[in-house]
């Protein structure tokens, strides 16, 4: 019989001549591969099967998911060839210029491309007879991988330069936001002291330079007008028209922002970061303590306090302005953490750069395209209105009415289509007239707008009182609640005065807000000019002296008495050395201050207080007796507040006498 060794060096013996024949027939597979220029890969099968099987699924994705780029040829460069070649025609640039086509396909909010100020940081691929620019080497592989994967992709929409202005008080994280631009998409940051030696230091011997340098020597300060010029001159740089601006602090008064306006400049979006006085002075002390501080600054608290009360004192006016011109103002909570405010201002600029691609990517396409976020101000707006003035006109064609936008302060809902600006009531009027604008503007119209003469306008009190002796139509009665009501005698209601409409010179008034809003939508359906021959009475208002005595305590006092004698009944309260007659007039008393409609709510906070008061002090004597004993009981084994009860008891014996009188 064969021995446990020798079995074991036998199977060994086996194993390992199967191995090596096994191995030998591999590379011999290997070398007929590799002579028929066959691709083979290795895998470790030694390590766990959850990291084999991925081996084997990236080793094979060239062959499977990316079977479509198998047989394309691509070829890696560096940014000099790819110079070379683009400066001598013999390659031509993609569709996607020098974005990058994977980045493209894995974001689709992108309205810049990443920050590349070196070539180094350029990854170009040739394909065919294009050239392409990725961002990362790991982009570059993914690119050559599988390329019919992203040049099918459609081109990216015409880049939009970063306009942006960052203002708050001192240390609420201005300059933070404005470096984190410049390093994440290569935008200048211009402070007004940068723009200022920018310009002296580029150009010394200019007007400019030597008007501030006048200034300066003589330790005065610049005056804002020179500012504005120096940051006009700074903004002309090849980095602000191709990659933006940020304007680090300003504007900060209202003549910065005239200003700005004279000079065209105006940012697509202010982002004011919002931080309290404490926490100005908190960020102070810390910086203040930071190591790194190069040289002093004026930062102590109070040039912090000084600064900040100048800034708040200026910026309800600005930011007034902006909401009301341009409607491009927001406010971030500046005590959140930095990254939170950086994602928070990131998104807004972000929004403002998408709002103005989409608007250029459609209106180059001869489409319609909103023109929210786009900065144009009221008056721009009413030069260029379309027929339909203020009009919706998605809701004039589908019968609904003529609805005023108008009172919409916002531009939300508006649209461009043929160089004319049209206002749309919602989103769902907004989103049809973008699909097909041509269905509601003329001559697709189906239905033109009444001349203006035929439009009804809302009219206020005053603006009745002026037309005197003009009277209303139809009695005074409202004529929505008398044509919905199929014209019957019980339809016809008596209008509010407040609530007045014109409309062909004639005045309506209606019993509410929803009635008059459907006679603006449809006023002829409503414009009626007779009525029954029967009439319900007028209602003519009663003085409320001119009632018998129960009828004006009725409509006087009746409800307060009601619901003041209704918690005497309630609490039923005893003062202690009253009779219940006084306390009850006592409690009276306080409950009518306390719940007087006509008191201010410091009056009527202050009576509250002595009302619970009142009735704290009228249970004493109910706890008193029943917390009370037969017998002598030490203070340990007394409750609590019994002392506090009986020493508040005892004492009422002479405030008593007080309240009483």
Known sequence: EEEENDAHERMKTAITEGFEDQNE??????????????PAHTVDASRKPGVVLYSLEKALRRYSTERAGLLAKCTPIDGDMAKKLLDHGYKQISKFKRWCPVTLSESSQLTLPPHQPLKSQLFPVIHRHRLYFTSSPRAREQFMADPQRYLSLPPPGPAVPVRLAVVGPPKSGKSTVARRFAQEYGCLRLSVGEAMRRVMAQFPDSELSQLMQSYLQVGQTVPDDLCV??????????QCNTRGYVLDGWPLTKAHVDLLTRFHIIPVCIVELEVGD???????????????RPYPLHDSPGILLVRSTHYRRHSDAVRAWFQQEHDNWHVVDGLRSPWWVWEQVHQRALHSAQQIQQYLARITAGQAASIAGLCITPS???SRLGEFSQYCPVSLARGVGLVDCSLQGSLEYAAEYRAKYYKMASQKELDAFLSSPERFVPPGAPQPLPPPELLPRRRTHADVKAMFPKQFEIQGFCPVSYVDG?????????GNPELVAEYKEKLFCFTSEEKLDKFMRQPA???????PTKLPPLRQPVPVTSLPMLGYLEQSVATALINTLSAVGSVKPKYPFLDSTASALLYMAYHLKAHNPKSNSYVRNKYKKKLAQFEETCQIIGYLSSSMRQGYQEPNEREIDFQHKM????????????IAT
């Open 25 to 38: 027939a591999i590379t011999l597979v290997q070398d007929v591969l590799t002579e028929l220029q066959i």
């Open 229 to 238: 010029l120096a940051l006009e001159r700074a903004l002309l740089d090849v």
């Open 278 to 292: 404490q926490e100005v002075l908190r960020r102070g002390e810390i910086d203040r303590g930071s190591p790194n």
């Open 380 to 382: 721009e707006f009413q």
């Open 486 to 494: 199929n014209k019957r005698y019980e339809s016809l209601c008596p």
């Open 525 to 531: 359906h409503y414009d009626i000019a007779t009525l």
């Open 647 to 658: 020493h508040s008891f005892l004492k009422l014996t002479r405030d008593t006498q007080a």
